[in-house]
C-alpha cells in the first residue's frame, strides 16, 4: 500500500474526492463520496468541488496541441464526464471498501475499480497482487477445435 504523501495526478484528484487523502470514511447509508456534487439537470457544476476546471482543461487541451480550441459546448461536456468518472469510481471505491467490511476506502479500492471496469493501472501504488490474471484470446483455431470436440461428445 502506497502512503498518502506518493501522489500522480490521477490518484490525486481521487484522493480530493474522497476527503483529500488516500482513504475516507464509509458513512453508514452506502457510499460516499465527500467532497464532490453531482451537476445532473442542474446545467453546471459548482467550481468549489469541481475537480476538473476550465483553465486546466484548455492548458491539457494545449499540451496536446497548442492550436486547438474547444467549444464552450464541449468543454461543458468534458468537465461533466470528468466529474461523473471520478463520482462513479469514488462511489465504487467505497462499495468496495464496505463489500470488504472496513471503514476506510484504500487505494487498492480504486486501483481494482479501475483495472477491472476501465482497464487502468496506476503505477506506483500497491503492488501487483490486485492485477488479475488475463486470459489469453481465444484464437479461432482453438474455437474450431471446442466445436469439434462437443460435437465429438454429442454423438456418444
Same mark, same amino acid.
Given at each position: 500500500m502506497a502512503s498518502p504523501s506518493q501522489s500522480s495526478p490521477a490518484?490525486?484528484?481521487?484522493?480530493n474526492a474522497i476527503g483529500g487523502s488516500s482513504s475516507a470514511k464509509i458513512s453508514s447509508g452506502g457510499s460516499s463520496a465527500a467532497g464532490t456534487t453531482s451537476a445532473s439537470g442542474s446545467g453546471g457544476t459548482d467550481s468549489a468541488t469541481q475537480l476538473l476546471t476550465k483553465p486546466r +482543461?484548455?492548458?491539457?487541451?494545449?499540451e496536446?496541441?497548442?492550436?486547438?480550441?474547444? /467549444? !464552450?459546448?464541449?468543454?461543458?461536456?468534458?468537465l461533466q464526464i470528468a466529474d461523473d468518472f471520478v463520482e462513479n469510481t469514488v462511489n465504487a471505491a467505497c462499495?468496495?471498501?464496505?463489500?470488504?467490511?472496513?471503514p476506510k476506502v484504500e487505494v487498492r479500492d480504486v486501483q481494482?475499480? +479501475?483495472?477491472?471496469?476501465w482497464n487502468m493501472w496506476i503505477p506506483g501504488f500497491g503492488? /501487483? !497482487?490486485l492485477r488479475p490474471y488475463k486470459r489469453?484470446?481465444?484464437?479461432?483455431?482453438?474455437k474450431q477445435r471446442l466445436a469439434l470436440i462437443r460435437k465429438a461428445i454429442k454423438k456418444y
Open positions: 490518484t490525486a484528484a481521487t484522493a +482543461l484548455q492548458e491539457l487541451v494545449r496536446i496541441d497548442p492550436t486547438e480550441q474547444l /467549444d !464552450e459546448e464541449v468543454e461543458e461536456l468534458l462499495l468496495l471498501a464496505k463489500h470488504r467490511k472496513v481494482l475499480h +479501475l483495472e477491472r471496469n503492488t /501487483d !497482487e489469453a484470446t481465444v484464437t479461432e483455431a482453438h
